[in-house]
């Protein structure tokens, strides 16, 4: 057994359990990823990140991103926007229950998030950075998160600086990547900023960037003192890894890979979870890039992505996994 544990997350009035965090990511953290993820071990959900001005103006589809279930409590909506009053009033209007948190997206290197001034532009103006988080606290009941970089290039690295900002104006919790908006994904996340910003405030601090397994995780919480740990991209097609992580402090021991037939079986029920959620049509599209990262690295991918992105149905879906499973029984 290990002396390490995992400590319960603490934000505002709200204890999770597992301070595991499912990163939000644009086109993948849907309400359907995240109850399977939720059900491997995730503690704090978050929804993909909401317009702010598509609220205000009444954009249909921020209202599908917004869709929650009770298993996943507690769960967060991610807004995003730099316009302090809309941000406030819109604040106001999804703090109806649904949500238990509300995250500021602060990090988001897009360019068209960026070049609105919106996402990891913030980080540029860490004064409107202060005003929008305080629009947001004090329109709302529920805690306030804030999600950032280390900074937006090597000329700005604030991250701590950023922190206090958002720890002054009212934020429970502050998210931070160890890269800068310039880097986007590419490079090593550099967890000595997430170190530094630990030790810049007394609110919760949860680290982000290159967890690719549970001993990633112990090596992130002896490096850096970080409370919480987010996990993004090694999540896509990769629910089990919040219940890899769980184990291993518990146990010590590394859980093997799940087998090409529980991949496959993940699979099916994912996909049958998008239908009913968006309908066939949409569903079994949106079931394409996830397959493909559920199958990375397994023998005979690249073909089957190939057919996957000709599925129609879920008839189609099934059969064309059940045929490669049956040519696959074994992992490679």
């Known amino acids: 057994m290990r002396n390490n544990k995992l400590k319960p997350l603490v934000i505002g009035n ?3 359990k597992h301070p595991l965090a499912l990163a939000p990511m644009a086109g993948v953290t849907d309400l359907p990823y995240r109850l399977l993820c939720k059900e491997q071990g995730a503690g704090m959900m978050c929804t993909e990140m909401v317009s702010a001005k598509g609220l205000y103006y009444g954009n249909r589809k921020s209202e599908p991103l917004m ?10 909506i991610q807004i995003f926007g ?10 106001a209007k999804v703090n109806d229950g649904r949500f238990q948190m509300i995250d500021i997206n602060m990090g988001c290197p897009v360019p068209k998030i960026v070049n609105n001034g919106d996402g990891s532009a ?6 409107l950075a202060g005003k929008v988080i305080k629009a947001v606290v004090d ?13 937006f290039n090597d000329d700005l690295v604030n991250a701590p600086e950023m922190a206090q900002v958002a720890q002054e104006n009212g934020a429970a919790a502050i998210a931070v990547h160890g890269r800068t908006r310039e880097q986007y994904y590419s490079g090593t996340a550099d967890w ?8 810049a405030v007394d609110i919760p601090v949860i680290g982000n960037g290159d967890i690719t397994c549970a001993k990633d995780v112990l090596r992130m919480q002896e490096e850096t003192g970080c409370d919480g740990f ?7 097609g990769n629910p089990w890894i919040f219940k890899e992580i769980l184990h291993f402090f518990e146990t010590g021991e590394e859980l093997p890979r799940p087998s090409l037939e ?6 099916l029920r994912h996909g049958q979870m998008m239908i009913d959620f968006k309908g066939e049509y949409i569903g079994v599209r949106e079931m394409r890039k996830h397959v493909a990262w559920y199958t990375f690295g397994f023998p005979g991918a690249a073909k089957l992505r190939e057919k996957v992105n000709h599925t129609e149905t879920y008839e189609d879906l099934e059969e064309l996994l059940q045929t490669y499973l049956k040519a696959n029984p074994e992992r490679d």
Do not use: C, F, W, Y
Request: charged letters at 30%; aromatic letters at 0%; zero cysteines.
């Open 67 to 76: 869709a929650t279930d009770p298993k996943e409590i507690p769960v967060a």
């Open 14 to 16: 709200i204890t999770i």
């Open 139 to 151: 329109a709302v009941d529920i805690p306030v998160t804030v999600k950032i970089r280390k900074g």
């Open 262 to 267: 529980e991949v496959v079986a993940m699979m």
């Open 82 to 91: 730099s316009d302090p009053d809309i941000m406030g009033q819109m604040a």
């Open 122 to 127: 913030l980080m540029k103006n860490p004064k």
């Open 192 to 199: 000595s900023i997430i170190r530094k910003v630990k030790e």
């Open 230 to 236: 987010m996990i993004g991209r090694r999540a896509k």
